[in-house]
Nanobody, 116 residues
Framework: VQLQASGGGLVQPGGSLRLSCAAS????????MGWYRQAPGAQRELVAQ???????YYVDSLKGRFTISRDMSKSTVYLQMDSLKPEDTAVYYC???????????WGKGTQVTVSS
């Protein structure tokens, strides 16, 4: 599985962005998809994950502001980010995990900067 993330950019506090991650290959339907982020000087952390059955999980602190979704027909996963805060500034990475084999895949990150 190859992953290509896009949609990052500079946004003012309170604004919104939608990240996209397009997956190549035929395995999209059998992998869990997730978004992680890594702020400068910090460890990479899970933001949200969506399973093959459509179940979605979020870091508690982000519930209500971020929404993960996936479009099977486009092999794409999205992260809608609303009410953005400066502390959301980070490089956001797309991740895929095959729950059977345990194999994980990473895409190149996309920078999100929240600043006035």
């Amino acid at each position: 599985v190859q992953l290509q993330a896009s949609g990052g950019g500079l946004v003012q506090p309170g604004g919104s962005l939608r990240l996209s991650c397009a997956a190549s290959g035929s395995a999209f339907s059998i992998v869990h998809m997730g978004w992680y982020r890594q702020a400068p000087g910090a460890q990479r952390e899970l933001v949200a994950q969506i399973l093959t059955d459509g179940s979605a999980y979020y870091v508690d602190s982000l519930k209500g502001r971020f929404t993960i979704s996936r479009d099977m027909s486009k092999s794409t996963v999205y992260l809608q980010m609303d009410s953005l805060k400066p502390e959301d500034t980070a490089v956001y990475y797309c991740n895929a995990v095959n729950p059977v084999s345990g194999m994980g895949y990473w895409g190149k990150g996309t920078q999100v900067t929240v600043s006035s």
